[in-house]
């Protein structure tokens, strides 16, 4: 397998090992750095400790053994070594310590301008630590070079003065640091480890779904519109997938549509062009001479070509519509004699079918485009003829109120089924595939209503019960133009 230098897995890896690499760097440079000021300030800071302990035991009118061996214990915990003088020069405690040949209380040490052997001639130091109280003098080590602190305090007792005097080393000896570094050491190959775990995991987890989502995107490029993007991920790359997934669902409808569109569409053209063709053909062949039989096949030929005429024109109307290059041309007009023009428009049909049309109409004033409302109301009305039986009822209600007008086109026919009623607002959706080609069927007058009624940003919809009848509506908001 080909190793991607680019890929995620590889550059979560190279970020986290960067990560605690930088990490452990910045850590082992303070620690190299800050080691020694810090052991400093800590020497210092017990040497100040002790110091007052002692003190306070001397002042103490009650000391017992146990708090001797308790300063005792301190002492030589904290690498110091220690020694108190009384006014005469005479040690009065000189416990043991762990310094050892480290201790200068017993070396040459030079303080000032002055050299001395403290406890060959203790009364020569006291001299300066009377004077100097406390005294804080840095002096070297002979044996390692190293600097030491060599402290001096007079401690007033209501009786007699003593001196106390303190050494310590103000810097790590070697081991002390060699053991911090080798904690160090694994302190950094345990978080390099943990890091490089983690980046595998976090890898893992963020390519996964990236490459799953990969994968079913080439299937859909190959055009199988079944994949599934969704995953059990991070919530972005969740976030993602469903939006791939809704994408996937809309392309696979406009798909479908497009199928739709091109067997319609040719069934729709095919058919009258069929019938054109015959009946030209029966004209020249049969009918020619005999004028009635002529005439009645020139009508099926006129009828066709209507309706082609109304198929192409429905077709682009839609489009423009769809296409949003359509200008709406709003104006106020009274809506109840909209609607009575589009009834004088189907009287024709209305009579024909001797239906009985129940006007229910408000007078109410809306702002809109005229010529598209009546051809909603022109749609859902010959829509409601075409699929009622003869001699049944329909009715046209609009009622307004403060806000908005509801238009109502209520019928007794052929109802549509709960199946059906999603898709009726699609373009060339027809519930009865089989339904009698007519020059008024085009499967495009609801798509078309929709569209008008979506650039008007109307409410609309339907309910219907199947062989019971159907409701179709609008609604319109009442926001007409003051200034007309
Ligand atoms: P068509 O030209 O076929 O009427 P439409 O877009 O106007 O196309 O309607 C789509 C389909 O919705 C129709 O084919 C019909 O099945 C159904 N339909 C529309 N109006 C009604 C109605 N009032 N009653 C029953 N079915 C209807």
Request: aromatic residues 10%.
């Amino acid at each position: 397998m080909k190793f991607n230098f680019k890929g995620i897995s590889f550059s979560t890896w190279l970020y986290f090992l960067g990560f605690s690499l930088s990490i452990m760097l910045l850590l082992g440079f303070l620690l190299v750095v800050l080691i020694k000021p810090y052991y400093r300030n800590d020497r210092i800071r017990t040497i100040d400790v002790i110091s007052d302990t002692i003190e306070g035991l001397l002042l103490k009118s009650d000391v017992t053994e146990k708090d001797i061996e308790s300063v005792g214990r301190t002492i030589i915990g904290n690498n110091v070594c220690a020694i108190i003088y009384n006014e005469n020069g005479k040690s009065i405690y000189y416990p043991p310590d762990s310094l050892g040949q480290l201790c200068m209380l017993d070396k040459q040490v030079t303080v000032g301008e002055q050299t001395y052997i403290i406890n060959q001639d203790p009364l020569k130091f006291i001299e300066i630590i009377k004077h100097e109280s406390p005294l804080s003098a840095i002096v070297n080590s002979q044996y390692t070079g190293a600097e030491m602190l060599l402290y001096g305090k007079l401690i007033r007792t209501n009786l007699v003065n003593y001196y106390l005097i303190l050494n310590t080393p103000l810097e790590p000896v070697e081991s002390y640091i060699d053991f911090i570094m080798n904690q160090y050491f694994y302190i950094a190959v345990i978080v390099i480890l943990i890091a490089l775990v983690l980046a595998v995991f976090l890898a893992r987890r963020i390519s996964q779904p990236i490459v799953k989502m990969k994968n079913e995107a080439n299937k859909l490029a190959q055009g199988d519109y079944g994949v599934e993007f969704k995953t059990d991920s991070f919530s972005e790359i969740n976030d993602l997938a469903s939006t791939l997934d809704d994408a996937t669902n809309k392309l696979s409808k406009v798909n479908d549509l497009r199928k739709d569109l091109v067997a319609n569409v040719s069934h729709d053209i095919k058919t009258p062009l069929t019938m054109i063709k015959a009946y030209a053909e029966m004209i020249k062949d049969i009918s020619g001479e005999n004028p009635v039989k002529r005439n009645e096949h020139l009508d099926v030929i006129i009828k066709e070509t209507e309706y082609l005429d109304k198929l192409a024109t429905d077709m682009s109307e839609l489009s423009k519509l769809q296409s949003g290059v359509i200008e709406l041309n709003r104006d106020n007009f009274d809506l109840k004699e909209c609607i009575n023009k589009v009834v004088l428009l189907l009287s024709q049909a209305i009579h024909e079918k001797n239906v009985n049309l129940v006007l229910d109409l408000d007078d109410c004033v809306v702002y809109a485009d005229e010529t598209k409302i009546s051809q909603v109301i022109y749609n859902f009305l010959s829509n409601a003829l075409k699929y009622s039986d003869d001699d049944s009822t329909i009715i046209i209600r609009e009622h307004a109120d403060e806000e908005k007008v509801k238009v109502e086109v209520i019928d007794h026919g052929n109802g549509i089924s709960e199946e059906a009623l999603p898709y009726i607002w699609d373009r060339y959706y027809k519930v009865d595939k089989n339904f009698n080609r007519s020059v008024n069927s085009t499967g495009l007058g609801l798509a078309i209503a929709k569209a008008i009624l979506e650039v008007h940003k109307a409410r609309y919809g339907v309910a219907s019960v199947l062989n019971e009848g159907s409701t179709f509506w609008f609604e319109l908001s009442k926001d007409y133009d003051e200034q007309d």
